[in-house]
């Protein structure tokens, strides 16, 4: 992999490709944000759900598994928002980068 840091100060960067670079990073910060929104929605709803179990009854195995189930779901959204803020934490170093590096535009 290529560090963009050790690139001399000789060398430029087309416009239109570093404009390609920014426009990738921010849309994957973007896609990440509407997965972890989608996450939250989804947490959200097994807990109104989880909360709901008392409309069936007294039903202790069916809120049981359905407890161990939103648990499962909760446990893969902390690891997925870990995740997700490791790799904003990436694009946002890329993007960094990509500001100090210097521009040639096409003539």
Known sequence: MHNLEDVPSRVTID????????KAQ?????HNRTQDFEIAKLILGGFLG???????????DL??????I????CLFGILI???HKKLFNEKMNAIK?????PVRSRT
């Open 97 to 101: 980068i990509c500001d100090g590096c």
């Open 70 to 73: 939103f648990i499962i779901i």
């Open 50 to 60: 989880l909360s709901g179990l008392k409309a069936f009854g007294d039903t202790p």
């Open 81 to 83: 928002a870990i995740r």
């Open 26 to 30: 921010w849309s994957d910060i973007h």
């Open 15 to 22: 416009k239109d490709y570093l404009l390609e670079v920014y």
């Open 63 to 68: 809120t049981i598994t359905v407890a161990i």
